[in-house]
Each structure stands twice: as structure tokens, then as C-alpha cells.
């Protein structure tokens, strides 16, 4: 079991900065992928960004490409995403999630809201 905690939401005008932090607990060794997705209103739950833990092999969605940056630290058990370039269609609530490379993730934070304004 994974227990995940998010951080660093808030709101931002767009073209502005925000990074994200994950903080892992329980047993994060058992998965060997970290991600993040996010949904906004009225929309699925979509995959923005993930991060092999064993060789930091990183993907990203397209929209988010050249824009979005995901790191971990296995030592401290955290992930973060740091986020510029911000859009208005950015807006949504950003989820931790821990799970395995081929794209299954099992284990979910509780959510952090990110609000990019014009």
C-alpha cells in the first residue's frame, strides 16, 4: 500500500509558475512508476506526466510538452511537477499517483486544485 500526499496547488495567472510536490509513505518501493493527472470540470481524469523510479525515464502528455517538467527523489520518496507556462486550460485538480510502468497506477493522493486565471 502507497499512501500519497499532494502539495503546491493554488492559483496563477497564466504564463506564470507553479510546482507540485508529492510526498510518498507506506511502501512507494513496491510501485516503480510515479505520475500525475489531472481533471477539470466536467471532464476525465487525464494522464499529464510520469517518472520511472528506477531510471528517471520521464512522459508526457502533448499538451503539456516543453511546459511541464517531472522529477522524483527516491531518497526523499517525492515526486514533484513543476508547471510553467501556465494556460487557462490548465485549470484542474492535479493527482499523485503511484503505479507501474506499463502505465497502470493504483494509488492516488487526495487531489490539490490548480486555477490558472487570463
Known amino acids: 500500500q502507497v499512501q500519497l500526499v499532494e502539495s503546491g496547488g493554488g492559483l496563477v495567472q497564466a504564463g506564470g509558475s507553479l510546482r507540485l510536490s508529492c510526498a510518498a509513505s507506506?511502501?512507494?518501493?513496491?510501485?516503480?512508476?510515479m505520475g500525475w493527472f489531472r481533471q477539470a470540470p466536467g471532464k476525465e481524469r487525464e494522464f499529464v506526466a510520469g517518472?520511472?523510479?528506477?531510471?528517471?525515464?520521464?512522459y508526457y502528455a502533448d499538451s503539456v510538452k516543453g511546459r511541464f517538467t517531472i522529477s522524483r527523489d527516491n531518497y526523499k520518496n517525492t515526486v514533484t511537477l513543476q508547471m510553467n507556462s501556465l494556460k487557462p486550460e490548465d485549470t484542474a485538480v492535479y493527482y499523485c499517483?503511484?503505479?507501474?510502468?506499463?502505465?497502470?497506477?493504483?494509488?492516488w493522493g487526495q487531489g490539490t486544485q490548480v486555477t490558472v486565471s487570463l
Open positions: 499517483a503511484a503505479g507501474y510502468i506499463d502505465g497502470r497506477y493504483d494509488s
Open positions: 507506506g511502501r512507494p518501493f513496491s510501485r516503480n512508476a
Open positions: 517518472i520511472r523510479r528506477s531510471d528517471g525515464n520521464t
